[in-house]
């Protein structure tokens, strides 16, 4: 046995926390990019600041778009980023519950 808990603790979880490391620095960069995403789309594509005239094309992941089909693609990025941070949350929140029941379990 540790002589703290925090050892203990340490001991028997490291690697499952370095596990756990990567996929919430993920979190972390997808929840950035879905905050920083819905100004994007305001200030470009709805207030339209990229599309000076009607012809005007915005170039998004190597196509050419116009207004609405930039707003569109946007918005399904959008989504896609949400459902993401919730899988990785949900990831997350399974691995740290394995973990503290195996901890509780050899702490018994």
């Given at each position: 046995?540790?002589?703290?808990?925090?050892?203990?603790?340490?001991?028997y979880s490291k690697?499952?926390?370095?596990?756990?490391?990567?996929?919430?620095?993920?979190?972390?960069?997808?929840?950035?990019?879905?905050?920083?995403?819905?100004?994007?789309?305001?200030?470009?594509?709805?207030?339209?600041?990229?599309?000076?005239?009607?012809?005007?094309?915005?170039?998004?992941?190597?196509?050419?778009?116009?207004?609405?089909?930039?707003?569109?693609?946007?918005?399904?990025?959008?989504?896609?980023?949400?459902?993401?941070?919730?899988?990785?949350?949900?990831?997350?929140?399974?691995?740290?519950?394995?973990?503290?029941?195996?901890?509780?379990?050899?702490?018994?």
């Open positions: 046995m540790e002589r703290s808990l925090f050892g203990f603790i340490l001991r690697r499952d926390q370095m596990l756990i490391v990567p996929l919430v620095v993920a979190s972390m960069v997808v929840y950035y990019l879905s905050l920083d995403l819905p100004k994007t789309i305001i200030n470009q594509a709805i207030q339209g600041v990229s599309f000076p005239t009607v012809d005007s094309v915005k170039r998004l992941l190597g196509f050419d778009l116009h207004r609405i089909p930039y707003l569109f693609a946007l918005s399904i990025l959008f989504l896609g980023l949400i459902v993401l941070n919730g899988w990785l949350k949900f990831q997350i929140n399974t691995m740290k519950g394995w973990m503290g029941e195996r901890m509780l379990r050899r702490l018994r």
